[in-house]
């Protein structure tokens, strides 16, 4: 059955409501400033639920002429209040069981990551799993491979993991209790790093040969704790006022996602994701195609999603002009063009939305080539492609960014490494990434999400001062409408949420403050303190009496 436009929802609603067939609704809120997102009608005062939806939105006393006896009354007191948040890009976990040293930061020298890894180990039992973040710092380092990690730590498994999430260091423990020896191949889309002119391993793995690794170690996670880590993260998220996930999903098989979010349950929106993992003898189609929950309810499977390109920390970004801090080095791809072909037409086929993390401007070069070879414009505008990032999407691939229908999710929290895309690019390059504001007016569809710290308070903040490209930066109604609508429209959920209007799921939150006049300094420190799923409470800070 074709569905109605949310335009004629709302009115449908609205006009029940006022003739009392829809009964009067559960709850009323209203003396409140509301951002509804709906550009027919962006602020209001009140607005009214019944059931999962909304019914009514106004100023406060036409809302209020719809109570009924049993309608309940919540007074906002002049707060703000927003359509639930919508993190379009994830990564939720499970956590990895082992020590995670405190003092090695993302940006720590190597030095002081392995002393804290030989404090460690000197008070830990044999065999228990260490773990640090690093940065770019110990990437950079020439030491920084299992030889020297042995030659400190040699009785405990070592994993070093970029903040980036796409390369990882191990020492020779971790390699053989994963069994990854020197005769082991590399998967498509990642690499071992190996001693030059050797198949004898260094303990560095990037992209697919770290994800597959990271998978491993999640498998062996117990359920009861892989639930708990997922409960948790979606209360902190309820937290913030996200009543939606996005979840890329890297850490997890489809099917055994699907099991712990239904376990847990989780009291936000979820959607999975399919993030296929490969191996010596191709891609996991299998898992590409895995079924679960239709997209729609509280729990949802969804999209597939490759990657194409790394990131700047590991100098993974395939670009079109070579590196400044390496002469001669352009990025790479993580697959030809021939296998994001194949990718490509198995996603047409299957007529499933593609997520594509392209950063450099070679990568997504090629995969709006692909995409335009592919299909008609027409045909991807219906399945919404995503780039995920693209930091270099320039300008003279915009036009063909918006004739495909492209939608960019962009994360904000990327927008602090001004000195490492200087060092890596050159100081003029930094004036050309990561668009957000230009894409708007050239009619690109853009979304926000976290791939990173979870506040979408300090993300906000982050795209409203863009300190990357400062003349990309969004206003401040533009940034939310990314978090919400946007998002929305990037998961084909744009009828259903996203807006707080009449027909619309009641997914809303109730802020701590008022995100569009709080000086910016203290935009991070905004929380939710009333959030609600479709209609029901998720997270109350003591608001509902």
């Given at each position: 059955m074709r569905r109605r436009p949310a335009v004629a929802l709302a009115a449908l609603a609205l006009a029940a409501c006022a003739r009392g067939e829809a009964g009067p609704p559960d709850l009323i809120l209203a003396g409140g400033r509301i951002f509804t997102a709906d550009s027919a009608r962006p602020w209001a005062e009140a607005l009214a639920v019944r059931h999962d939806r909304i019914v009514a939105v106004g100023n406060t006393d036409s809302v209020r002429r719809l109570a009924g006896p049993r309608t309940r009354t919540l007074d906002l007191g002049g707060r703000t209040v927003i359509p639930g948040l919508n993190d379009a890009h994830a990564h939720p976990g499970p956590e990895l069981r082992g020590i995670r040293l405190a003092a090695a930061t993302g940006d720590a020298g190597l030095l002081e990551v392995v002393r804290g890894l030989a404090a460690a180990s000197r008070v830990r039992p044999r065999?228990?799993?260490?773990?640090?973040?690093?940065?770019?710092?110990?990437?950079?380092?020439?030491?920084?491979?299992?030889?020297?990690?042995?030659?400190?730590v040699p009785d405990h498994p070592v994993v070093l993991e970029s903040w980036s999430g796409h390369a990882a260091i191990f020492n020779s423990a971790t390699l053989g209790t994963l069994g990854i020896g020197h005769d082991t191949p590399d998967p498509p889309g990642g690499r071992y790093g190996r001693v030059p002119g050797s198949e004898v391993l260094d303990g560095r793995l990037t992209e697919y040969a770290w994800w597959n690794a990271r998978r491993r170690l999640?498998?062996?996670?117990?359920?009861?704790?892989?639930?708990?880590?997922?409960?948790?993260?979606?209360?902190?998220?309820?937290r913030f006022g996200i009543t939606t996930v996005q979840d890329m999903n890297n850490n997890?098989?489809?099917?055994?996602?699907?099991?712990?979010?239904?376990d847990a349950d989780v009291p936000i929106r979820w959607r999975v994701i399919r993030f296929p993992m490969t191996r010596a003898g191709g891609r996991d189609v299998a898992d590409a195609r895995a079924a679960g929950p239709r997209p729609g309810g509280p729990l949802g499977v969804s999209g597939v999603t490759y990657t194409l390109d790394g990131t700047p920390v590991e100098r993974g970004v395939a670009m079109r002009r070579p590196y400044a801090d390496r002469p001669g080095w352009y990025g790479e791809l993580d697959f030809p063009p021939e296998t994001l072909g194949v990718i490509i037409r198995e996603t047409l086929a299957a007529r499933e939305q593609l997520l594509v993390h392209?950063?450099?401007?070679?990568?997504?070069?090629?995969?709006?080539?692909?995409?335009s070879a592919a299909a008609p414009e027409s045909t991807w505008h219906a399945l919404r492609p995503r780039i995920e990032h693209g930091d270099f999407l320039t300008a003279d691939l915009v036009p063909s960014a918006r004739r495909l229908g492209v939608v960019?999710?962009?994360?904000?929290?990327?927008?602090t490494i001004l000195d490492l895309i200087r060092r890596r690019y050159g100081p003029g390059r930094a004036g050309v990434?990561?668009?957000l504001r230009s894409l708007l007016t050239a009619g690109v569809r853009i979304a926000l999400g976290s791939?990173?710290?979870?506040?979408?308070?300090?993300?906000?903040?982050?795209?409203?001062t863009h300190p990357v490209n400062p003349g990309e930066a969004l206003t401040r109604e533009q940034a939310v409408l990314a978090y919400t609508r946007g998002s929305a429209y990037a998961e084909f959920a744009e009828r259903e949420k996203g807006t707080l209007a009449p027909g619309m799921l009641a997914d809303?939150?109730?802020?701590?403050?008022?995100?569009?006049?709080?000086?910016l300094g203290e935009l991070s420190q905004t929380e939710s303190v009333l959030t609600m799923v479709g209609g029901k409470v998720a997270y109350d800070a003591g608001v509902v009496k």
């Open positions: 065999g228990t799993w260490l773990l640090a973040t690093v940065g770019d710092r110990v990437l950079d380092d020439p030491r920084a491979k299992r030889f020297f990690l042995d030659s400190v999640s498998s062996s996670v117990p359920d009861s704790a892989s639930r708990a880590d997922l409960l948790r993260y979606a209360d902190a998220a309820a997890l098989t489809t099917a055994r996602a699907v099991a712990l979010l239904r392209a950063v450099g401007d070679s990568a997504i070069a090629v995969l709006l080539g692909l995409l960019v999710v962009q994360n904000p929290a990327r927008f990434a990561q668009p791939d990173g710290p979870m506040n979408p308070y300090l993300n906000i903040m982050l795209a409203v809303l939150a109730v802020l701590s403050q008022d995100i569009f006049t709080v000086p």
